[in-house]
C-alpha cells in the first residue's frame, strides 16, 4: 500500500493520506514474535506518523522516555538527513513532538549527513553525540552537542569534531564508577574513555578487536568476517556489558553480543531483531522504564517509507532467566500503554499516539502546535483517564481562514461523539484564542479522537487543550 507524500504550502513534512492506516500497517508486518506478549489488536507503530524518524536513541530522565532521532526527508533516495529530532513520552504511546533543537547549521564545520546519534545526561547537562560530514576533511567525524534541558536548545560544545576517523554511529555508555566510554565505527569498532567533561578524552581511539567469537560469522565477504557492520549500543546490566548492533548488511538484522567488562572480551551471543520490514537498515536502542523494558529500532512502515525514508517503532520485551535477550519480531501494534493521561491538566496537541493527515510546527506562543489540518484529520490520545466524568473541554486554537470543528470522539475516529467545539477565525495562524464547549458522556479509561472537520482547505491551529471534570 502505497499513499503519495504531500508538501504544504508552508513548506513542512507531510505524510499523505493513508485511507486505510490500520489495514496497511497490518499489511507491512508479518512476524508478531512469541517472545513479545500479546497486546489488543490495534495500531500504534510507528510511533511518529507525520515525519519520517530513523535511528532511535532512547534515555530515560526525570519519569519520561526522551527519544532522539534522525529525520530522513520526504521522497529521499539516499540517507539525506539535515537534522536531529526530539521526542518524549510518560506512558510509551503518547509521544509529545518537542521538534528538532540541533541540526547541520548548529555544527559551523559540517556540511551534510545528520546521521544515527545518542544523547545522555551528565551532571544536569545533557550530552549529544553524532556524526557528520566535516567540511574542511570530506570525511564523516563524531561532533558533541550539549544543553540544559533534554528538549534543548543544544549548542556545539567544541566548535570542532570531538574524534574524527572517516567513521560512524556513535554511542555513549557510562559505568558505575562514573567512567564514560565512547564507542562507534563502521567497518570498525572503537572507543575512547572520555574524560568527566565528556567533551574530551583520554589516550587515543582504540579499535576493538573483531573476532568470530566475539561478533559471529558473516559468510561471503572476506573483508568482513563478522557480523558487526554499524550503529553500536553499549549498556550494562545485572553486571553484564551488553553491545547490540545492526548486523551484516544488507538487509541489516539486529544482533548482540556480551562481556564481563566495557571494553571485551566480547562473546556473540545471537539475534535480537531478523531481518524484517520495508527497511535494509536498522538500529537499536534499549531502555528500561517504570519496570519493563525496550526495544527501539526503525522500519520503512509508513506509506512511501523505505530504506531512505524510515520510521523508529518500539516493543517490549522481558529477558530471559540467563540474561539473554529474546529473538524480537516488529510488530504494528508497539507497546502497551504504562499508567493513563490525565485529561484534566493541559495537554499539548502534539502529544499524539496516532495522527492522521496533521503536521507540528513551531508556535508563537512557544513550544508547538499542531496544523496544517485539513477536513477528516485526527488524533488519537491513548488511555485518557475521565474517572466520572467530564463536563467542558478546552482548547487554544488559531485560524487564519474560516476555522471549523473539534469534535470529541471515543474508541475511534468515528466512535461515539461527547462534544463539538467550534472554532472561529481568529485573524491569523498563530493569533490565539481559547474556546470551550460542553462535553457529556465521557466516563472511565478511553482512547480520545480530537477529529477535525470543516470547509476545504486548513481550517485551524491546536496549540493544548484540556477537560473539565463534572461536579462530584
Known amino acids: 500500500m502505497t499513499i503519495p507524500l504531500r508538501r504544504s504550502s508552508a513548506g513542512g513534512t507531510r505524510l499523505g493520506r493513508a485511507l486505510a492506516w490500520t489495514l496497511g500497517l497490518l499489511l507491512a508486518f508479518a512476524v508478531v514474535p512469541a517472545a513479545v506478549g500479546p497486546t489488543p489488536a490495534r495500531a500504534d507503530n510507528p510511533i511518529v506518523q507525520h515525519v519520517y524518524t530513523a535511528d532511535p536513541a532512547p534515555l530515560v530522565h526525570d519519569g519520561r522516555v526522551y527519544l532522539y532521532t534522525g529525520h530522513d526527508e520526504d521522497g529521499s533516495t539516499y540517507f539525506t538527513m539535515k537534522d536531529w529530532r526530539v521526542w518524549s513520552s510518560a506512558d510509551m504511546v503518547n509521544w509529545t513532538?518537542?521538534?528538532?533543537?540541533?541540526?547541520?547549521?548548529t555544527f559551523g564545520w559540517a556540511s551534510a549527513d545528520a546521521w544515527a546519534g545518542q544523547a545522555v545526561e551528565r551532571g544536569g547537562r545533557f550530552y549529544w553525540y553524532m556524526p557528520v560530514k566535516n567540511r574542511a576533511t570530506g570525511r564523516m567525524a563524531i561532533g558533541v552537542a550539549v544543553a540544559d534541558s533534554p528538549t534543548g536548545p543544544f549548542r556545539d560544545a567544541l566548535g570542532h569534531p570531538l574524534v574524527e576517523n572517516g567513521e560512524i554511529d556513535p554511542t555513549v555508555f557510562i559505568d558505575d564508577d562514573g567512567q564514560a566510554y565512547l564507542y562507534w565505527g563502521n567497518p570498525n569498532l572503537w572507543y575512547v574513555k572520555l574524560n568527566a567533561d565528556m567533551t574530551s578524552y583520554s589516550g587515543g581511539p582504540t579499535r576493538i578487536p573483531l573476532t568470530t567469537a566475539g561478533f559471529g560469522t558473516r559468510t561471503g565477504d572476506p573483508n568482513r568476517p563478522t557480523l558487526y557492520e554499524e550503529g553500536p549500543w553499549v549498556y550494562k546490566r545485572n553486571g553484564l556489558?551488553?553491545?547490540?548492533?545492526?548486523?551484516?548488511c544488507c538487509s541489516e538484522f539486529i544482533a548482540y553480543s556480551t562481556a564481563p567488562g566495557p571494553t571485551g572480551p566480547w562473546t556473540y551471543r545471537g539475534t535480537v531483531m531478523p531481518t524484517q520490514g520495508g527497511s535494509f537498515t536498522n538500529h537499536p536502542g534499549i531502555v528500561d522504564f517504570k519496570g519493563n523494558s525496550y526495544f527501539f529500532y526503525h522500519n520503512g512502515a509508513l506509506p512511501g517509507g523505505g530504506g531512505f525514508t524510515r520510521s523508529v517503532a518500539v516493543e517490549r520485551f522481558s529477558y530471559n532467566a540467563?540474561?539473554?535477550?529474546?529473538?524480537?519480531?516488529?510488530?504494528?501494534?508497539?507497546?502497551?500503554?504504562?499508567?493513563?493521561?490525565?485529561?484534566?491538566?493541559?495537554?499539548?496537541?502534539?502529544?499524539?499516539?496516532?495522527?492522521?493527515?496533521i503536521e507540528t510546527e513551531p508556535a508563537g506562543d512557544g513550544g508547538r502546535d499542531v496544523g496544517w489540518i485539513d477536513n477528516g484529520d485526527y488524533i488519537k490520545v491513548k488511555g485518557v483517564a475521565f474517572g466520572a466524568g467530564a463536563s467542558s473541554f478546552t482548547a487554544r486554537v488559531a485560524s487564519g481562514s474560516g476555522g471549523g470543528t473539534v469534535e470529541l470522539r471515543l474508541g475511534s475516529p468515528n466512535g461515539t461523539l461527547v462534544g463539538r467545539c467550534g472554532v472561529p477565525s481568529t485573524g491569523g495562524w498563530q493569533t490565539w484564542t481559547s474556546v470551550t464547549c460542553p462535553v457529556g458522556g465521557a466516563t472511565g479509561t478511553q482512547d480520545l479522537y480530537l477529529r477535525f472537520t470543516g470547509g476545504s482547505g486548513y481550517l485551524f491551529n491546536i496549540d493544548w487543550w484540556r477537560f473539565t471534570p463534572a461536579a462530584s
Open 97 to 105: 513532538d518537542h521538534g528538532s533543537p540541533l541540526g547541520l547549521a
Open 241 to 248: 556489558y551488553y553491545l547490540v548492533f545492526a548486523a551484516k
Open 322 to 357: 540467563d540474561g539473554t535477550i529474546p529473538t524480537i519480531g516488529m510488530t504494528n501494534t508497539g507497546a502497551p500503554q504504562v499508567g493513563t493521561l490525565d485529561p484534566y491538566v493541559r495537554q499539548e496537541a502534539e502529544t499524539i499516539a496516532w495522527g492522521s493527515g
